[in-house]
């Protein structure tokens, strides 16, 4: 069964500080998605990013950068420069690449608060 | 270009009752899947549909049933709700079964 750990609940950083979300996740398959999502205050889950596990190339989209590492199963978050903008609660989501469906699987997310 | 949306965006119930949602994916998308969101918790998947099938189904009770349209909207039923039923309710729409997922606002489900 696959499975997805943030074991961070909560962070706090002020404003301009670079905060890092940790990802850990578990599955028997050799192909597999992973993903980010953003759930601010409105409910709405955003798409960040989505990485099959054939691409362990680290990725960097403004402030946002992303680590994956298939030695570690992990699939880490950072956000470079916080800005208050950046406060909301982040998913990380695995799904398996079995052809019949594609279900999401995700973590407990990290709430990250951007101090002014 | 218009994202996912669903209806109602909030909704008050009391146990035993049943609840329609509805969703209405991104245009030229073909996949719906459904997802309950717990105070506090990550969505957890119910249904995936994809051209009128159902492609996958959650660890829900039968209690849980969905269905999607010929112009691709989806509906999600619950009956004899329970108090623990409570939850925003996330429609999601991807092009394809292994696609992006892109989710809508959810809808708000009170059950008192």
């Known amino acids: 069964a696959q499975k997805v750990t943030q074991a961070q609940t909560e962070i706090s950083v002020v404003e301009k500080e670079d905060v890092t979300l940790d990802c850990v996740y578990e599955t028997r398959d050799t192909t597999y998605y992973l993903f980010w999502y953003k759930q601010p205050p409105s409910g709405e889950l955003v798409f960040l990013i989505r990485r099959n596990s054939f691409d362990e190339q680290n990725e960097i989209s403004g402030r946002y950068s992303w680590n994956f590492q298939k030695s570690t199963s992990s699939f880490n978050f950072t956000i470079t420069a916080s800005q208050v903008v950046d406060s909301a609660v982040y998913f990380c989501?695995?799904?398996?690449?079995?052809?019949?469906?594609?279900?999401?699987?995700f973590g407990t997310g990290t709430r990250l608060t951007i101090i002014p | 270009d218009a994202g996912v949306t669903q209806s109602p965006t909030h909704l008050i119930k009391t146990r035993g009752q049943q609840v329609t949602l509805r969703c209405s994916p991104i245009?030229?998308?073909?996949?719906v899947s459904w997802y309950q969101q717990v105070l506090g918790q990550g969505p957890q998947f119910i249904f995936q549909?994809?051209?009128?099938?159902?492609?996958g189904r959650g660890n829900f009770p039968d209690r849980f049933s969905a269905r999607q349209f010929p112009n691709y909207s989806s509906e999600l039923n619950v009956n004899a709700l329970l108090l623990g039923d409570s939850a925003l309710y996330l429609c999601a729409s991807s092009l394809g079964v292994q696609e992006t997922q892109y989710f809508g606002p959810g809808t708000r489900l009170l059950v008192l």
């Open positions: 989501a695995l799904s398996e690449a079995n052809f019949g469906n594609e279900k999401l699987t």
């Open positions: 549909y994809y051209e009128k099938e159902e492609r």
């Open positions: 245009s030229g998308h073909k996949s």
